[in-house]
């Protein structure tokens, strides 16, 4: 039987993901700089193959998946929109994604102290989704 923990980790870790990787397609499209396309291509992957763990997860449980909360990806969305109107280079791009991978970072972090009758299993996704923002985080610092 799995954790009450365990199912409210794992939906919040596939809301985190499900969030990236609208992020990414959305930012995707103003990427001028080859490099930072393939970067965020290979991000949008990894972010796609944790989704991927994290709901056949859910499944194995008969549990639905659960997306990002609707007004906070509505307000992130306009949010992004005005600010690559105003600005569309790469610069602007890796700062938008530094902030989306630092506020999945804190956010996780804290579900995962939230949470700690969750399974090792739904913990180490998780950790796996901190440690993805993580590096994605430092990759795009070059873009700064």
Same mark, same amino acid.
């Given at each position: 039987?799995? &954790?009450?923990?365990?199912?409210?980790?794992?939906?919040?870790?596939?809301?985190?993901?499900?969030?990236?990787?609208?992020?990414?397609? #959305?930012?995707?499209?103003?990427?001028?700089?080859?490099?930072?396309? =393939?970067?965020?291509?290979?991000?949008?992957? =990894?972010?796609?193959?944790? /989704?991927?763990?994290?709901?056949? #997860?859910?499944? =194995?449980?008969?549990?639905?998946?659960?997306?990002?909360?609707?007004?906070?990806?509505?307000?992130?969305?306009?949010?992004?929109?005005?600010?690559?109107?105003?600005?569309?280079?790469?610069?602007?791009?890796? /700062?938008?994604?530094?902030?989306?991978?630092?506020?999945?970072?804190?956010?996780? &972090?804290?579900?995962?102290?939230?949470?700690?009758?969750?399974? #090792?299993?739904?913990?180490?996704?998780?950790?796996?989704?901190?440690?993805?923002?993580?590096?994605?985080?430092?990759?795009?610092?070059?873009?700064?």
């Amino acid at each position: 039987m799995m &954790s009450e923990d365990t199912i409210k980790l794992l939906k919040e870790c596939d809301a985190g993901c499900k969030m990236a990787t609208d992020s990414i397609a #959305q930012v995707e499209k103003y990427a001028e700089k080859e490099a930072l396309k =393939k970067l965020l291509d290979q991000y949008q992957k =990894k972010h796609e193959k944790l /989704k991927e763990e994290i709901t056949e #997860q859910l499944q =194995k449980f008969q549990k639905e998946e659960q997306g990002p909360d609707k007004l906070a990806s509505a307000f992130a969305w306009i949010t992004t929109e005005m600010k690559l109107l105003m600005k569309d280079n790469s610069h602007q791009i890796a /700062k938008i994604m530094m902030d989306g991978c630092n506020m999945g970072i804190q956010s996780v &972090s804290e579900y995962l102290n939230q949470y700690p009758q969750a399974s #090792q299993e739904s913990k180490s996704l998780a950790k796996k989704l901190v440690e993805t923002e993580e590096m994605f985080m430092k990759e795009l610092k070059k873009f700064l």
